[in-house]
């Protein structure tokens, strides 16, 4: 087993080379991991969209998600709503205002909104995001202790979806089963591309905006093609997959550097090549059935992208303008505190 001295020398080295290649931006800010949502549009009134809560929970009680649903005004369709799901629910939340709202609103086809989140005010529980967006368990080292086994838990929180959250949300708002969006950024992107390989049918429309495919030693970009085959029956599927471009040039510059935990996540996401999204996007291409586009935003980093991939996402989905390289509403210049 490597020492911890050999463990953390490949990666301070690691971490010199990423440092001499990558310019600093300027203002470069951590991201907090303890930043709440504060209010949200679903906790107000509006025009064109009304806004339900609910919670579930796993069979032993110890993990519980929120779901919120916002549902069109007016008469669904015959064959019920179309409906954009989004994991990391109560940080995907802080990215819609009154007017995209409202443009949604405008659109031939409303969509459903659904945002999968923890019930709890934090914009994104890191913890829980392990657990829940992972296929398999990986070892998370500590660098000064054991390594510890976490993650996997990406098929229970897929049995939730199917058994739990599902149902509660075809009670409140009829939902067209043939036109449903599943998107997510990160572990939660990675997440997106396993239900994809592995339920078939569940969503028509997959999402995925910088997925973790270094997460399991990079176990994702093992046969893709294969997984899909084997589980979707012959179903057609739409794939958006979307990158930063500054996410190819492992930009450290507003990483802790001086935490042994940060040092090693960095020396772990190599499993994954700095072109593997675009690889993966261009192998499911040959894949009969799946429809594949691929998106790099240049310049953006790992944190952008979570909005840039969510505005893109509904973009193409449901038609709305191009908000991919819009602030998060409230953090304009000028825009009240």
């Known amino acids: 087993m490597r020492t911890r001295a050999a463990t953390l020398a490949v990666a301070a080295g690691l971490l010199v080379a990423l440092q001499a290649a990558v310019p600093a931006p300027a203002a470069a800010q951590q991201r907090d991991p303890l930043q709440t949502i504060g209010e949200t549009v679903a906790d107000r009134a509006h025009a064109h969209y009304r806004f339900e809560r609910f919670t579930v929970s796993s069979a032993d009680g110890t993990r519980t998600w929120r779901v919120d649903l916002g549902i069109p005004a007016g008469d669904a369709p015959a064959t019920g709503w179309p409906s954009f799901w989004m994991l990391d629910g109560n940080g995907a939340l802080i990215e819609f205002d009154e007017a995209l709202l409202d443009e949604l609103a405008t659109r031939p086809d409303p969509h459903a909104l659904v945002f999968i989140g923890y019930d709890n005010d934090l914009r994104i529980d890191s913890p829980a995001r392990t657990r829940d967006y992972t296929f398999a368990a990986d070892l998370r080292g500590t660098v000064d202790g054991?390594?510890?086994?976490?993650?996997?838990?990406?098929?229970?929180?897929?049995?939730?979806?199917?058994?739990?959250?599902?149902?509660?949300?075809?009670?409140?708002?009829?939902?067209?089963?043939?036109?449903?969006?599943?998107?997510?950024?990160?572990?939660?992107?990675?997440?997106?591309?396993?239900?994809?390989?592995?339920?078939?049918?569940?969503?028509?429309?997959?999402?995925?905006?910088?997925?973790?495919?270094?997460?399991?030693?990079?176990?994702?970009?093992?046969?893709?093609?294969?997984?899909?085959?084997?589980?979707?029956?012959?179903?057609?599927?739409?794939?958006?997959?979307?990158?930063?471009?500054?996410?190819?040039?492992?930009?450290?510059?507003?990483?802790?550097?001086?935490?042994?935990?940060?040092?090693?996540?960095?020396?772990?996401?190599?499993?994954?090549?700095?072109?593997?999204?675009?690889?993966?996007?261009?192998?499911?291409?040959?894949?009969?059935?799946?429809?594949?586009?691929?998106?790099?935003?240049?310049?953006?980093?790992?944190?952008?992208?979570?909005?840039?991939?969510?505005?893109?996402?509904?973009?193409?989905?449901?038609?709305?303008?191009?908000?991919?390289?819009?602030?998060?509403?409230?953090?304009?210049?000028?825009?009240?505190?």
């Not at 586009?293 to 840039?308: I, K, S």
């Open 146 to 337: 054991d390594p510890q086994r976490v993650g996997g838990g990406a098929d229970a929180l897929l049995e939730v979806i199917e058994r739990q959250i599902r149902p509660e949300l075809v009670q409140r708002a009829p939902l067209d089963p043939q036109q449903q969006t599943l998107w997510g950024h990160s572990l939660a992107g990675l997440f997106v591309l396993h239900t994809l390989y592995t339920r078939a049918g569940l969503f028509q429309t997959y999402a995925a905006g910088s997925p973790s495919l270094w997460w399991g030693d990079g176990g994702m970009l093992r046969e893709p093609e294969e997984y899909f085959i084997a589980h979707n029956a012959g179903r057609r599927a739409r794939v958006l997959l979307s990158l930063g471009g500054g996410e190819r040039a492992r930009d450290v510059s507003n990483r802790d550097l001086s935490s042994a935990r940060v040092v090693e996540h960095l020396r772990r996401i190599t499993a994954a090549p700095p072109d593997a999204a675009a690889t993966l996007a261009e192998r499911l291409r040959q894949v009969p059935g799946l429809s594949v586009e691929y998106r790099e935003f240049d310049g953006l980093t790992h944190g952008p992208m979570f909005r840039a991939s969510l505005m893109d996402a509904l973009h193409k989905v449901t038609g709305v303008a191009d908000r991919s390289g819009t602030p998060r509403p409230g953090t304009e210049p000028g825009a009240p505190q």
